[in-house]
């Protein structure tokens, strides 16, 4: 492509949600020149996601605003339990208690194993994330923001993408789109891919119909009557529902399941509110901020994630049911493993092959991701409230005890989860080494930190009080850990001669245990921070490992 043919744009993204956003600040961070397009004229204004993932925290703190992050959405010193009720104002069945957001920043730091973390997860509304993703977005200066803005139409050529936008005039060239268009992607539609799994699974609850309601309710609280939480649900005969507390003073979100004997469309305002005061087993003031109806019972994978010059991320690729919490977190990932190959590829002279990889990786991490999230539905979906569960009998309070015991260990499956979280694996990607060692097993509920390639990079709190992963550079890292510890500096500036012109970060670090995790001596972290090969002397072709 000659000069005067030269895109404006390396890459457009039509969708600026979380994962729109969090691409355009994966690319912007490395200078490529990206339009994001949003149809809508702001960030959403609806609570959506409550929870963002310890993985995706530290992929906020890589970039430098996860304290930002947490800073949003329920007091510091707010408990983010999770409970369960017949009725929130009446009987209390189980609580699951997890640590505020003060408290997380503390307990990080002396957590092991499975939580071997540099971030603990932030329990927070997504319309707050997404504000502050925008924000950061628009601080860099290769990105060009444009909410109000729908992407109409594209046409591909083999040097670039034609972009037709409303409102707009002439076409836009970008050398790559990538559709974060959401569930009902114009994108992938446009591109003739369809989606792969099921969808329209029938259960009592977190299966149909979902109704939900934001909405302000100055003395809720005082009509619970309970510790405050961040997560509550309910389970009697007549309603199943979950509300999150949004901002800890009087805003919530409340979601319930219509039976089959209910119309959506016959709900009004009042009906909707009398399903909350019904739940609530009382009344309480209350202010509708928004209303909302979503389906629950999906788990969809799109058949491929690329065609040609365009690319799937985020909802436009999977759709979950949100049990678990893993939509729009899995999407975060889709954003940090595209947006790295797309700027090597435009940036760093790396082979277009490299971008082969992200289907490769992404798509099996979307079906093992909604096949956990298929799990949880079910184990709460299909928890049938026993008859005789609110009696004031002794027999309902010896229902009430197991339906408690049934429903705490459902919250420590569904809310401790560091083996999904951290423990997405990429073996058998084509810019994955081959080890000799077999990867840990795959738990939801376990992770088992290895830096044998294709996992995360185990994580390490320095002597300093660092995180090791704040050592890692913004692209690849070559950790050494010399034969004897301490190292010193000359066996890394050795390994390193020569290598300067493939801009990787060499990092030294000592700690306790460290060379349990890192037993090679050189271990090459790719700039999401998974590890790419390990070995005990370095190769002579390492930009082969780095872009394949
Ligand atoms: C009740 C509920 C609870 C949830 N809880 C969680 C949770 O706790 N954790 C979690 O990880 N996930 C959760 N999710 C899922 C999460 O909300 C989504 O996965 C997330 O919003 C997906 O982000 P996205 O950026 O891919 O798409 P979206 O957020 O849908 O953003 C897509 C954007 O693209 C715009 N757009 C569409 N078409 C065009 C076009 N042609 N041109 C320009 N712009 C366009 C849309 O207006 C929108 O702004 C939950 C979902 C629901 C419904």
Not at 48 to 70: C, K, P, S, V
Not at 300 to 309: H, I, P
Not at 462 to 471: M, N, Q, T, V, W
Request: with cysteine.
């Amino acid at each position: 492509m000659d000069k005067a043919s030269e895109p404006a744009f390396e890459v457009a993204i039509a969708g600026g949600g979380p994962v729109g956003l969090m691409l355009a600040i994966e690319l912007g961070r490395r200078g490529v020149r990206t339009l994001l397009v949003n149809d809508r004229p702001d960030t959403s204004p609806h609570p959506q996601a409550n929870a963002t993932q310890a993985r995706t925290m530290e992929h906020y703190r890589r970039l430098g605003f996860a304290d930002r992050i947490r800073a949003t959405g329920l007091p510091p010193d707010y408990p983010t339990d999770i409970c369960y009720f017949t009725r929130y104002a009446r009987h209390e069945l189980a609580r699951f208690a997890l640590p505020s957001s003060r408290d997380a920043r503390v307990l990080v730091r002396n957590l092991g194993g499975s939580w071997s973390a540099a971030e603990l997860p932030h329990r927070g509304s997504q319309m707050f994330i997404e504000r502050v993703l925008r924000g950061e977005a628009a601080k860099l200066p290769s990105v060009n923001l444009r909410y109000g803005c729908r992407l109409a139409g594209f046409e591909q050529a083999d040097d670039g993408v034609m972009l037709q936008l409303d409102p707009g005039g002439e076409p836009v060239r970008a050398q790559w789109l990538v559709g974060c268009d959401g569930a009902r992607s114009g994108v992938r539609r446009a591109l003739g891919i369809g989606w792969t799994g099921e969808t329209g699974i029938r259960r009592d609850f977190m299966g149909g119909r979902m109704m939900a309601m934001h909405f302000r309710s100055p003395d809720l609280y005082a009509v619970i009557g309970r510790p405050p939480a961040w997560m509550y649900w309910t389970f009697n005969a007549g309603r199943r529902s979950f509300m999150a507390a949004i901002d800890g003073v009087d805003a919530f979100v409340f979601h319930t399941q219509l039976r089959s004997d209910e119309d959506p469309e016959a709900i009004d305002d009042e009906a909707l509110k009398a399903m909350f005061f019904e739940t609530l087993g009382a009344r309480c003031e209350l202010s509708l901020l928004s209303r909302s109806s979503w389906l629950a019972g999906h788990v969809l994978v799109a058949e491929r994630l690329r065609e040609g010059r365009v690319f799937l991320a985020g909802d436009a690729a999977h759709l979950f049911t949100p049990t678990g919490g893993l939509g729009y977190n899995t999407g975060v990932e889709d954003a940090v493993n595209l947006g790295w190959k797309l700027a090597a590829v435009l940036r760093e002279g790396a082979p277009a092959s490299l971008l082969d990889s992200y289907e490769a990786e992404r798509r099996p991490a979307a079906i093992r991701n909604t096949g956990y999230a298929r799990g949880f539905a079910d184990s709460i979906g299909l928890f049938v409230p026993p008859e005789g569960l609110e009696d004031e009998t002794s027999q309902g309070e010896a229902l009430r005890r197991q339906a408690g015991e049934r429903l705490l260990a459902h919250a420590k499956a569904e809310f401790n989860i560091p083996g999904i979280t951290f423990g997405t694996r990429y073996d058998g990607s084509p810019i994955v080494a081959r080890d000799d060692e077999a990867p840990p097993p795959d738990r939801a509920d376990v992770y088992q930190p290895s830096s044998i390639p294709g996992g995360r990079a185990p994580h390490a709190w320095l002597p300093d009080g660092g995180s090791l992963f704040d050592r890692f550079g913004f692209g690849f890292t070559l950790l050494e850990l010399a034969p004897d510890e301490p190292a010193g500096d000359a066996p890394l500036a050795q390994g390193m001669a020569g290598l300067a012109h493939l801009r990787i970060t060499p990092a030294q670090a000592r700690a306790a245990g460290l060379r349990d995790l890192y037993p090679r001596r050189f271990t090459l972290i790719r700039p999401d921070q998974v590890v790419a090969w390990r070995g005990e002397r370095l190769p002579g072709d390492l930009r082969r490992l780095m872009f394949g």
